[in-house]
């Protein structure tokens, strides 16, 4: 069989890799080459064959035509990163996160170019916070500008409902949700790129369903504060806990923004509880079920409001870290002896109603191809049509 050389780039070999946060020999070993070769693929002493550069597109997470292209393409621009304080050393990325955060910005940037050759005006995110106000009141701004009571949340069964009522409430204000499923949350449980048009936050599918909706909250106070970056925080930090400002600060408007202080304090388990005693944990569940956060948060909350103690609180915040442990160690198991769920209802659920729809209207109107559907959405071309109806149902 004749041997087909790949005419790719060497450098652009090498700005791969480096971007994709792989090491020679990691990435060596995932293309199932010698480091050796590689090395002299990216020297440009030799050229790796079109099978072998298609390999490496998939290593690096990369269609093979960057291979080709005079020079590197513009890039995302970095993340700030608030996974770590002021002047403490920079954490690295893994390949899983690097990717993740390309690929976001990717699919933002073919919203808005989709959104102009549809000749459709890009929705607009009008609301406006101020990071020196009170985070209750800048809650109550986030609430009152999505437009949801708290009796309506209340109408909402906890898990995925709530989820998807918020996800979509944030898209249809402007705010791109993606969600991310290949990074631990350990690393990150979510992060944001920030753009005056269809920003975008993406959270974490390996974390819990509350905590999914308390990222999307966190991530959207930080487009509104006019910043985007990466971000690895506890939904209700311990107190005294080491943080920066914007992550305290983006924390405390997240939680007033799910759990209004005023609604908490009417309650009735609240108001007829003596201040700064225990809470048996059904009381806690059921609250936390009622505004679909989780139960960490709504501590939090009433630690804020003061009718808990701090040690209380902190007692709670180790039991409940603590069973998120088993809670991740059971989802290891589950993923070991599981497929998972089918391409298209993942395609859809990573990618968002917005975005998937936006794929599809340009489709349908011979704007982009079949192709190219599959190449927005990662799936194969036959997923489409189940892709169409999976729209369609999260629709109604």
């Known amino acids: 069989m004749e041997r087909i050389e790949a005419l790719v780039n060497p450098f652009l070999l090498s700005w791969a890799r480096k971007t994709a946060g792989l090491g020679v020999e990691q990435a060596a070993k995932k293309a199932q080459v010698k480091a050796e070769k590689l090395l002299s693929w990216e020297a440009g002493d030799a050229r790796p064959t079109l099978i072998q550069a298609r390999k490496l597109g998939r290593v690096y997470k990369r269609p093979i035509s960057v291979f080709y292209l005079p020079?590197?393409?513009?890039?995302?621009?970095?993340?700030?990163?608030?996974?770590?304080?002021?002047?403490?050393?920079?954490?690295?990325?893994?390949?899983?996160?690097?990717?993740e955060m390309r690929r976001a910005q990717a699919r933002r940037d073919l919203a808005v170019e989709l959104l102009e050759a549809l000749e459709i005006p890009a929705p607009q995110l009008r609301l406006a916070i101020d990071s020196r106000a009170d985070p209750e009141q800048m809650g109550e701004v986030i609430r009152e500008g999505l437009g949801v009571s708290v009796?309506?949340?209340?109408?909402?069964?906890?898990?995925?409902?709530?989820?998807?009522r918020w996800r979509k409430l944030l898209e249809n204000n402007g705010v791109l949700v993606f969600q991310c499923t290949?990074?631990?949350?350990?690393?990150?449980?979510?992060?944001s790129v920030y753009a005056e048009v269809l920003p975008a936050v993406v959270v974490n599918t390996k974390d819990?369903?509350?905590?999914?909706?308390?990222?999307?909250?966190?991530?959207?106070?930080h487009i509104l504060l006019r910043e985007g970056g990466i971000c690895q925080f506890h939904d209700a930090p311990s107190v005294g806990a080491q943080e920066s400002g914007n992550e305290q600060f983006c924390n405390s408007?997240?939680?007033?923004?799910?759990?209004?202080?005023?609604?908490?304090?009417?309650?009735?388990l609240v108001r007829t509880k003596q201040p700064l005693a225990d809470w048996p944990d059904d009381h806690v569940a059921y609250l936390a079920e009622r505004y679909g956060v989780s139960r960490e948060t709504l501590l939090r909350r009433l630690l804020i409001c003061h009718r808990i103690t701090?040690?209380?609180?902190?007692?709670?915040r180790q039991q409940y870290q603590q069973e998120f442990r088993q809670y991740q160690q059971e989802l290891r198991r589950k993923s070991k002896r599981s497929t998972g769920p089918p391409p298209y209802r993942l395609a859809?659920?990573?990618?968002?109603?917005?975005?998937?729809?936006?794929?599809l209207d340009s489709y349908h109107q011979d704007r982009i191809t079949a192709s190219d559907v599959a190449d927005f959405l990662g799936?194969?071309?036959?997923?489409?049509?189940?892709?169409?109806?999976?729209?369609?149902?999260?629709?109604?």
């Open 348 to 359: 859809v659920s990573t990618a968002g109603h917005t975005f998937v729809t936006l794929v």
């Open 208 to 221: 819990s369903v509350p905590g999914r909706i308390f990222s999307m909250f966190h991530e959207l106070t």
């Open 182 to 191: 290949d990074v631990g949350v350990s690393e990150a449980r979510g992060f």
């Open 151 to 164: 009796e309506e949340q209340f109408s909402w069964r906890p898990g995925y409902e709530t989820f998807n």
């Open 253 to 268: 408007v997240a939680g007033a923004a799910l759990v209004p202080q005023s609604n908490l304090l009417a309650e009735t």
């Open 379 to 396: 799936v194969r071309l036959k997923h489409l049509t189940r892709i169409q109806s999976e729209v369609l149902a999260g629709a109604r």
């Open 71 to 99: 020079e590197p393409p513009q890039d995302f621009q970095p993340l700030r990163d608030f996974r770590r304080l002021p002047n403490a050393p920079a954490l690295p990325e893994s390949p899983q996160l690097l990717f």
């Open 310 to 316: 701090s040690d209380f609180y902190q007692r709670k």
